[in-house]
């Protein structure tokens, strides 16, 4: 049962113009979301991340946005960079237990190919 | 710098035999996680810490086993009772501010041979 969905595997954009990457999640205990960046062999990087509270955080090429209604949240780059290709992870944060412990559960990640 | 340190990078080990992967963190947080990545699928949680001497079962916790003596250590043992263990492994840590996140370790390549 995934909690958290990213559904395209694979994403090819062209340099400059915009990406879009997708989310999905069926838990309504999620109160904060995530975007991570990962390259080979490497941790993931955080990236940007949004309250349940909020439907949009900009930061920078870097734009979230989330529709509670939908449990649907995207990712948007623009304009979209060579040095942006690697695979992004989508992930959603909720409490475990009390104490300072959060859960981070994650899709399944989606290769950006940024063509120059 | 604050961080993550795992140790080592890459890791082979023959069938039967248990291996102790290394996780140091020197950013003072009380949570400490353990995930694994396969090909093609997002990150597994195998176990949590949320302080010494705590520690929790994750999601796919079987085969695994941890130990938390120290704040800033969080070694994962890997036994041979893990069915599948070839994997890459990623330790994180994290703060209570919600927004943050995990801060990842740069991960350790098991290779069962």
């Known amino acids: 049962d995934q909690q958290v969905k990213q559904n395209s595997p694979s994403l090819s954009v062209q340099e400059g113009r915009i990406s879009i990457l997708n989310c999905d999640y069926t838990?309504?205990?999620?109160?904060?979301f995530l975007w991570y960046k990962k390259y080979p062999a490497e941790g993931p990087t955080f990236l940007i991340s949004?309250?349940?509270?909020?439907d949009k955080n900009e930061d920078g090429r870097f734009t979230v946005f989330l529709n509670k209604s939908a449990k649907h949240l995207s990712l948007h780059i623009v304009p979209s960079q060579p040095g942006d290709s690697a695979v992004y992870f989508c992930?959603?944060?909720?409490?475990?237990?009390?104490?300072?412990?959060?859960?981070?559960?994650f899709g399944s990640g989606t290769q950006l190919t940024v063509l120059p | 710098d604050g961080g993550i340190t795992q140790s080592p990078k890459y890791l082979f080990r023959k069938e039967g035999q248990n291996v102790t992967l290394s996780c140091e963190q020197n950013l003072n947080h009380d949570a400490m996680y353990w995930y694994r990545q396969d090909p093609g699928q997002g990150l597994r949680l195998i176990y949590y810490?949320?302080?010494?001497?705590?520690?929790q079962k994750g999601d796919i916790a079987e085969g695994y086993s941890v130990s938390r003596e120290k704040k800033e250590s969080f070694p994962l043992t890997v036994t041979s009772a893990q069915k599948n263990p070839t994997a890459f492994y990623l330790c994180?840590?994290?703060?209570?501010?919600?927004?943050?996140?995990?801060?990842f370790g740069s991960g350790t390549r098991l290779t069962v041979v």
């Open positions: 992930a959603a944060s909720a409490r475990l237990s009390s104490g300072s412990a959060r859960q981070l559960t």
């Open positions: 810490s949320q302080i010494v001497n705590d520690f």
């Open positions: 994180a840590s994290s703060s209570p501010r919600r927004g943050t996140g995990y801060t």
């Open positions: 949004i309250s349940s509270i909020k």
């Open positions: 838990n309504s205990m999620f109160d904060y």
